[in-house]
């Protein structure tokens, strides 16, 4: 079964414009964390946010936020202002036993003008 | 903050042969190092979880005899693509645990991996 699910493929979003990269998961896990990474062309792994399954508030970290909603095992990456640098690949991650870190399959997101 | 250096980035190779992918946390100890494999356009598929001074635990459907894993040191993880072939070929990328930092995983640049 799919512990991570991403289910677009792709999105378009307009530059200065929000949009929300969806998310869901599953774990019996009481204790989990989620991860958002951006991949540009070049393939690294960029951090962008972190939310802990404990943690009462929604992570924020610049123009990225991330709407937790647990009962629903949720966890959309929202990017504020968009900019064409955030035309990349997104992966949601989930962190879970014994560390290891599983990715869904990945959102691509284009920025036009 | 915490680096992973991962070499090379790109390396070509000729089917049979193997070849040896490093990575190496330059300012942190590494316990874990976990190895990824990505195929264009699709998601990291974890390969395996690589501990210092043990042996390394694969995931489901991935060989070991294939894909040697050594993680000899704090520092360094290696993996070894053995008799390789062009359906090896892939993007293969790195991550150590740092418990220290705030994120938690920092991950090297990747290796594009061609096998001709």
């Known amino acids: 079964a799919q512990k991570i699910t991403q289910t677009q493929p792709g999105m378009f979003v307009q530059e200065k414009e929000a949009v929300t990269l969806d998310c869901t998961y599953d774990t019996s896990d009481q204790s989990y964390g989620l991860f958002w990474y951006k991949q540009p062309s070049s393939g690294e792994m960029i951090f962008l946010i972190y939310q802990g399954s404990y943690d009462e508030q929604n992570a924020t970290e610049g123009r990225y936020s991330l709407n937790f909603q647990k009962a629903r095992k949720s966890a959309n990456l929202v990017i504020s202002a968009s900019q064409l640098g955030d035309s990349a690949m997104y992966f949601c991650?989930?962190?879970?036993?014994?560390?290891?870190?599983?990715f869904g399959t990945g959102t691509r997101l284009q920025v036009f003008p | 903050g915490a680096v992973v250096s991962q070499h090379p980035s790109r390396v070509i190779c000729k089917s049979g042969t193997s070849v040896k992918i490093e990575c190496r946390s330059l300012d942190f100890q590494a316990t874990t190092m976990f190895w990824y494999r990505q195929f264009p356009k699709q998601s990291l598929m974890l390969m395996a979880t690589s501990n210092e001074g043990s042996k390394a635990t694969y995931e489901q459907g991935v060989e070991k005899d294939k894909f040697l894993i050594n993680h000899a040191s704090l520092t360094l993880s290696t993996l070894t693509v053995t008799s390789a072939h062009p359906e090896d070929s892939s993007f293969y990328i790195c991550?150590?645990?740092?418990?220290?930092?705030?994120?938690?995983?920092?991950f090297g640049s990747g290796t594009r991996l061609t096998v001709v």
């Open positions: 991650a989930m962190r879970e036993t014994g560390d290891k870190l599983i």
């Open positions: 991550s150590a645990r740092d418990r220290g930092g705030r994120v938690g995983y920092t």
